[in-house]
């Protein structure tokens, strides 16, 4: 079974901190997904990679960053955290479709 | 750019009732998959059922099957003899069958199953 795996279930950071969303899967694949759920607005994505040290902007990219120096790790990187950034953090992999396999998801909370 | 458009925000239903789940999207693609996502509330993620569009026969997959009519670009999901673990929220979703693909989301719908 793939398995992609977000590093924390719940996270509580303080306003102005750095924050690293880690995400590792185990299936080789190439694309990797950062999204972000919240309620009625679905899910968003906020950065994509293809590749090893390649990423794209997706559609909401604004206060993020993203790292991946490793093909199974893909970082999600809040440089000043901020209190609209609370929501629920997924991440995905795939190889292309037609399918994409998610994590368990991240419930962030800044305050 | 791709849209997907879920217009009923909640639902409710009693057990062992049917109930559909509506969903739209816009694309000018001709190759694409739309997706069916259940997200109980463990959060995580399960593909439900998954239609090509280049088939014209509607996707099936034991109690849930989907009326998707390309023209239209609908997509509905149809749950039969709803049981309470269908308790979860529902997405539907958009890939294009084209290289290094996202999937567009739409807003998704709650749907409550009652005992």
Redesign the interface.
């Known amino acids: 079974d793939v398995k992609v795996t977000q590093s924390s279930r719940y996270l509580v950071k303080r306003t102005g901190e750095k924050v690293f969303l880690e995400c590792v899967q185990d299936m080789d694949h190439?694309?990797m997904?950062w999204?972000r759920q919240d309620p009625?607005?679905?899910?968003?994505?906020i950065y994509?990679s293809?590749d090893v040290k390649m990423k794209e902007k997706?559609d909401i990219p604004e206060g993020y960053s993203v790292s991946r120096e490793k093909k199974e790790r893909f970082s999600l990187i809040l440089e000043s955290a901020s209190t609209n950034q609370t929501s629920?953090y997924?991440c995905?992999s795939s190889f292309?479709?037609?399918?994409?396999f998610?994590g368990?998801?991240t419930?962030l909370t800044v305050v | 750019a791709q849209t997907v458009t879920q217009s009923q925000p909640e639902m409710s239903v009693q057990e062992a009732e049917t109930v559909t789940l509506s969903c739209t999207y816009d694309t000018s693609e001709n190759n694409y998959y739309l997706f069916w996502y259940k997200q109980p509330p463990s959060r995580q993620m399960i593909l439900v059922i998954r239609q090509e569009a280049y088939k014209q026969q509607n996707a099936t997959e034991n109690r849930f099957s989907v009326n998707f009519q390309k023209a239209a670009k609908s997509f509905s999901l149809k749950i039969s003899d709803s049981q309470l673990g269908d308790t979860a929220m529902y997405f539907c979703a958009f890939m294009r069958d084209f290289g290094n693909e996202k999937l567009t989301f739409g807003t998704g719908t709650r749907l409550t199953i009652i005992p």
Do not use: D, I, S, V
């Not at chain 1, 009625?40 to 994505?45: A, E, K, M, S």
């Not at chain 1, 292309?96 to 994409?100: H, S």
């Open positions: 190439e694309n997904f999204y009625g607005l679905g899910l968003r994505l994509f293809y997706g629920m997924l995905a292309g479709p037609p399918e994409a998610f368990q998801g419930r």
